[in-house]
Structure formats: structure tokens, C-alpha cells
């Protein structure tokens, strides 16, 4: 999976990142959520980076301080990886891309 680097956002000690994927769904850098493999946090500011007319195709989880928990397929592909730089606390989830809701406006999710 080759990826294309979005926007990064750099909070507390870590540096949530986020990629677009030649697959068309994205890849979302964030800290490790405990006890939950499939999730990422994220702060909220990452998703303006989402390409235009795009969100993110799942849920978000507000967690009430400026951060959203991203739930997806933890990345596994060797050659994805090897385009990131994922420190210890931080991990990656590869989510659906959706068209932006016409009706809302929300892009996130």
C-alpha cells in the first residue's frame, strides 16, 4: 500500500499523523488507546487535513478534550509501515474514505 502524506499534528508528546492510501481509504496515525488494538486517538485539529469532499467512514468517539478515538484495521502492510515513523505510544488504523455529507457538512465522521 503506497501513502501520501496529508498533515501531521504534533500534541503531548506524540505526532498523530495522517495519510491517504492508493486504495482510496486512509491511514490515521494517533496514540494507542489501552486495551484497544483497532483504535487510535487522535487530536481533533488531524481531520482538517482530509482531502477535500472526504471524511473519515466511521464513528468517531469524542472523548470530550479535544481528541476523537478512530477505530479501523491496525496496518499491517510491510510497505506502508515502511513510509511511517510510529513511535512506541503511537500506532495506525486503516478507516474507509467517505464523501463528505452533503446534508451536514460534517467531516468527521
Known amino acids: 500500500m503506497q501513502l501520501t502524506f496529508l ?19 486512509y491511514v490515521v496515525q494517533g496514540w494507542k488507546v489501552t486495551g484497544q488494538d483497532t483504535s487510535v486517538e487522535i487530536p481533533a485539529r488531524l481531520l482538517t487535513y482530509l482531502l477535500q469532499g472526504t471524511r473519515l467512514g466511521v464513528d468517531l468517539q469524542d472523548t470530550g478534550k479535544g481528541t ?22 503511537e500506532t495506525a488504523v486503516e478507516v474507509p474514505k467517505a464523501e463528505e455529507d452533503e446534508t451536514s457538512g460534517d467531516a468527521t465522521g
Request: charged share 15%; no cysteine; aromatic share 4%.
Open 7 to 25: 498533515g501531521k499534528e504534533t500534541q503531548g508528546g506524540g505526532s498523530p499523523t495522517l495519510f491517504a492510501t492508493d486504495t482510496d481509504t
Open 68 to 89: 476523537f478515538i478512530v477505530s479501523g484495521a491496525p496496518v499491517t502492510d510491510a510497505q506502508a509501515l515502511s513510509q511511517m515513523d510510529i513511535p512506541g505510544h
